[in-house]
Nanobody, 126 residues
Framework: DVQLQASGGGLVQTGGSLRLSCAASGFSFDSFAIGWFRQAPGKEREAVSCISSSDGSTYYADSVKGRFTISRDNAQNTVYLQMSSLKPEDTAVYYC???????????????????WGQGTQVTVSS
């Protein structure tokens, strides 16, 4: 079974940092694109950052560029999201998602991903 386990969320003050991890199992991890999405109360799920399976190309939402960094460790079947200079508006449940067939132009679309983890809460206090 495909499993994605997101972890690393928590409560942090404005300007602080967190590193989220997405541990995967049950599939050929290095063949799948991985995306981080977030959803705040009353808002739609939005893409935060994504990384391809092939050439390592990445996507960042404009709101997180320069503050967040996505990386993947195929040996550990894990994708990381390093978040720095956190802002209250980053508060949300963060989800990781995976799919084998995601083209670069579609990396930021939630419906491009078949498999989803359970989410981890990130709360940034002002």
């Amino acid at each position: 079974d495909v499993q994605l386990q997101a972890s690393g969320g928590g409560l942090v003050q404005t300007g602080g940092s967190l590193r989220l991890s997405c541990a995967a199992s049950g599939f050929s991890f290095d063949s799948f694109a991985i995306g981080w999405f977030r959803q705040a109360p009353g808002k739609e799920r939005e893409a935060v950052s994504c990384i391809s399976s092939s050439d390592g190309s990445t996507y960042y939402a404009d709101s997180v560029k320069g503050r967040f960094t996505i990386s993947r460790d195929n040996a550990q079947n894990t994708v990381y999201l390093q978040m720095s200079s956190l802002k209250p508006e980053d508060t949300a449940v963060y989800y990781c998602a995976a799919d084998r067939q995601v083209i670069s132009s579609s990396m930021a679309r939630p419906n491009s991903y078949e498999y989803w983890g359970q989410g981890t809460q990130v709360t940034v206090s002002s």
